[in-house]
């Protein structure tokens, strides 16, 4: 469970608990109107009969005097009842530009649109609270070039793209944020600044170290994190140092990366995030490239993490999907942690790289708190499908919707020069094995009156 602020609930309660006894005690010391000692008085020009219910004994006749008519106290109205719901997350992994698809976005005017990337995924994306994107690839600037492995720089159009499609949060921060040195990891901060509604993480234009990055949905507010383990390199510049958000130690005179050791910044972090927000979110670019299994420095940062306060973990990086695990804290609390979400789309050349995952996870909120609900929480697993030659994407398919006939005909065959071939059995095999009872379907998260949405790559 994660424990939800309730201050304002609070001060509601003590106001009325404070507010019924001065109540009661002004009541109870009020005069006794019905007595004689009225200050109306004997010699009164007004009769009882001229006001309903008063005694006749200020006209000088004998009885009892009628009881005075008083109003009872108000009775204070009932608390309004908490009315719950749900708060959804929806997470990509990598999305990896390699030129073959920078070519699919060129148009014949020489411009780039990359709305494409996206249609095939609209429905869930317009479905969805939260939406995180791991944006693999810097956006250097247009002027020094597009390229690919190793060394990428892709079009700011796919930045664009990323903002018109609706996401809110991106994670910038990888391996190849400084593919283009210090100019390109600033000039890629200084881009994502014209789009203020969306939380850029993990890189900074200025050398230092920012405030923890703040979403409010309804009135839940979330704290997302993101950090990497290294610059590609053993050793972080000095002039990348409070450019770039490091999970890994390191030490700060010689730059000297410690991959084993988590850099305790980010426990700092995490903890300061615990007191601002509700729900603590962290996104690790971590673990070893092609590995189907979380390594074991990953499995020792998540346990690390998630004992400083993290709710749930995100990771991205080995371009495989790698299992998803609860994991628990030793004051009980569980924590959901998604190793690997596998790439969203690239061209890669490895069988075991088109298989990717979309996290989906359902907050519950009530009065006494938000909960990760185990009803539509999961991996929904995707396909990125792209022809060759020349090589091009054509559509990110939910594997549900794959065939057998689109696999023989994917281009990694051709691309890979007939040493790689791809069958829908073995993306399902690595599905179960990755996902298990996590797997997700199109029907646990979307209304049964959502249907797919038609792809309009070229």
């Excluded at 949060?169 to 391996?175: A, D, P």
């Excluded at 030793?330 to 959901?336: A, C, E, S, W």
């Excluded at 023989?408 to 059995?425: A, D, F, N, W």
Aim: glycine share 6%; proline share 6%.
């Amino acid at each position: 469970m994660i424990m939800k602020k309730k201050n304002k609930r609070l001060k509601k309660r003590l106001r009325l608990i404070f507010t019924v006894p001065v109540f009661l005690i002004f009541f109870l010391a009020m005069p006794d109107l019905s007595s004689d000692k009225n200050p109306a008085g004997a010699g009164s020009s007004v009769t009882g009969s001229e006001i309903p219910g008063m005694s006749n004994t200020l006209s000088g006749q004998t009885g009892t005097p009628a009881p005075v008519q008083t109003e009872a106290p108000p009775t204070p109205s009932p608390e309004p009842v908490f009315e719950e719901y749900d708060i959804s997350l929806m997470a990509l992994g990598d999305n990896l530009m390699h030129m073959g698809i920078v070519s699919t976005g060129k148009r014949k005017d020489g411009t780039y649109d990359f709305s494409f990337l996206f249609d095939d995924i609209t429905e869930f994306i317009d479905n969805a609270d939260i939406k995180i994107i791991n944006q693999e690839t810097i956006l250097a600037g247009n002027d020094l070039g597009f390229s690919g492995y190793p060394k990428f720089n892709s079009p700011t159009e796919v930045g664009d793209a990323i903002a018109a499609s609706g996401f809110n949060v991106v994670l910038q921060t990888s391996n190849h944020a400084a593919d283009q040195k210090l100019e390109g990891l600033i000039n890629c901060a200084s881009f994502w600044e014209k789009y203020p509604d969306i939380l850029t993480l993990g890189i900074h234009a200025e050398e230092t170290y920012g405030e923890i990055p703040l979403l409010t949905i309804e009135d839940v507010t979330f704290a997302v994190l993101n950090y990497v383990y290294a610059p590609n390199a053993q050793v972080i510049n000095s002039s990348l140092q409070g450019h770039l958000e490091m999970l890994c130690d390191y030490d700060r005179q010689t730059g000297a990366i410690n991959f084993t050791a988590l850099n305790p910044q980010v426990i700092d972090d995490i903890q300061t995030a615990r007191d601002l927000a509700d729900v603590v979110i962290v996104c690790p670019h971590w673990g070893t490239e092609y590995q189907q299994e979380p390594s074991k420095y990953q499995r020792k940062f998540a346990a690390e993490m998630a004992e400083a306060g993290a709710d749930l973990i995100i990771g991205t990086h080995p371009h495989v999907p790698q299992p998803v695990e609860w994991l628990t804290t030793q004051d009980g609390r569980r924590v959901l942690c998604y190793y690997s979400l596998g790439n969203y789309v690239s061209t890669q050349d490895r069988k075991e790289c088109l298989l990717g995952g979309m996290a989906w996870v359902t907050f519950h909120v009530t009065e006494d708190g938000v909960f990760i609900s185990e009803n539509a929480t999961g991996m929904l697993p995707i396909v990125c499908h792209y022809s060759s030659p020349p090589t091009r994407l054509k559509k990110v398919y939910l594997l549900e919707d794959y065939t057998e006939e689109l696999a023989l005909s994917h281009g990694i065959t051709r691309h890979s020069k007939g040493l790689v071939s791809v069958h829908l059995s073995d993306l399902q095999t690595q599905c179960d094995e990755a996902f298990g009872d996590m797997r997700l379907f199109r029907r646990d998260i979307l209304p049964p009156s959502d249907a797919p949405a038609e792809s309009n790559i070229p």
